[in-house]
């Protein structure tokens, strides 16, 4: 039950509250189970004597009591839910940083969706747990102790009787939380797993659509849908199958206390009023007992959610800032790879003994096939991914000895995979640049490329982009990136093939624009087209994760190795494209 103690103590963090909700429903209980005693008073008054004034006082006592009842009962629910509700923020906002700290080893392990669906449905069964199982489950509790205190009280050996009712009726939720759990838990995983295929869906629509794949997506989708289906109907089966002999036992209970009530009522050991008031206890009793089932299903649901959520707050990243790491700062942009290995999985090597050096203000460019280990490479540096092995140094300083947050400040990347947020396009400019002007975006976006094409929107640089830049092309996209990236003004520049979804053209009109730029910078740049390397001091060819050639371009031409042979392949599908553009014209108008 650690988990259940571990979400509590979410609740303790705000004590005062959590106690005083605590206090107005344990104090509830009190008026609402002397109420049945002043009843039964007023019967044997009025049994007795009949005096009008007599039963005018229990009446007010009675009134007094339904008043204190009913604003202890609205401050006890009022204060749950405020507690439960600040118990889910706490939850969500250490979710939320958590996944903010995790590297990039984890997310190639994990479907959005379900990591949604753990911030979603997952909390809310936790703070039901918190306002609707544990406070109220705290009033239920005392309703019970004190409904069983005030039944001995009145008359023991009837009190005994309806007793021995309560381990026959309390046995089936003992039961129904054994089913109950693993119902639960499967149901938290597939729920979690069928919001990955609505996430899926929504974010991979057009290729949906492009490829005709409806009815496969549904079935998909309705497998997950109709197993957490049948989980509810299970457990619905168990919580009603249950629910229903627990009302046929505290029926018996209710015939057991007519039965020898009356025989006690005969023999003068008990007045009709109290009588009645017995009977009235025993619907109170009834209640916590009946409300065990509902209690039972959050909780079973509650501890399955929390299981799921923890796993996340508790994962290890293998990236772990040190206590004592210092802050990198007036950097030069010396980088050095000494000896570098890295694995994903902790068995194949995604690169392996990398050994080179980049002086600042030196441009390196990275080459190398599919899986060569050219990206991996470069999200080493801000320790995207920890090295398994060796050391990389900025200005001498092992990366492993600063923080972060000062690292990746210093360290501008334009990744492959570019994202843009549904904001405007001065929005998504100047993300992660507080300070940025408005010249400071429009000179930016000069150097990718991207103003003129900003300057023709209706709504200039305030215009929306869609969901992930949906209204942008790749291209388009690339180049926001670029000036996103630009604006941060890094001493440290990476490029990851950040010009691949643009035409010749601008790429050309891009370098030469960034050529200024990245003269007083460290760059990296990961290309497949040569001719945006041939500028770089160094060129370091990658395959199989090592490096297999380095030198310059006109050193690695004249060496005749891998370089040269890429070199030659696009050197002839080039004139293969010249050719083609030559003969068109004239096979339109043979045509």
Known sequence: MMTLSRITGYAWRHKALFIAAC?????????????????????????????ERQLLVVAGLILAAAVGRSVLGYLSLYLGEAVSHRVAYDLRRDFFTKLQGLSFGFYDTQKTGDLMSRATVDVEAMRLYIGFGLIQSLGMATTFIMTVYLM???????????????PVIIWPSITMVMRLNPIFARMHTVMGRMNAVVHENLTGMRVVKAFGAREYEFDKFARRARTIQEDFRM???????RGSSMGFLLAGATAAILMFGAREVQLDRLTPGDMAAFILYMGMLAMPVQMLGWRVQVFSRAYAAGERLFAVIDAESPVVEKPNAGTLASVRGRIQFEDVSFTYDGHGAAVSGVDFAVEPGQTVAILGGPGSGKSTIVHLIPRFYEATSGRISVDGTDIRDVTLESLRSNVGIVLQ???????????NLAYGADGATMEDIVQAAKVAQLHDFISGLPEGYDTQVGERGITLSGGQRQRLAIAR??????????????TSSVDVGTESRIQAAMDEVIQCRTTLVIAHRL???????????????????????EELLAAGGLYSRIHELQLSTAEDVHALDQEAPRSISGG
Do not use: M
């Open 23 to 51: 206090l107005t429903t344990t104090v509830g209980v009190f008026p609402r189970t002397i109420i049945p005693r002043l009843l039964g008073s007023a019967i044997d008054e009025a049994l007795s004597s009949g005096l």
């Open 152 to 166: 001995l009280d009145t008359n023991w050996r009837l009190g005994l009787i309806c007793l021995a009712f309560l």
């Open 235 to 241: 457990a619905g089966k168990i919580f009603v199958s």
């Open 417 to 427: 995979d570019v994202f843009a947020f549904s904001a405007t396009i001065r929005d």
């Open 485 to 498: 990236t630009l604006l941060l003004d890094p001493p440290i520049l990476i490029l990851d093939d950040s």
């Open 531 to 553: 001719s945006t390397v041939r500028k770089a001091d160094f060129i370091l060819v990658f395959d199989g994760g090592e490096i297999v050639e380095r030198g310059t371009h």
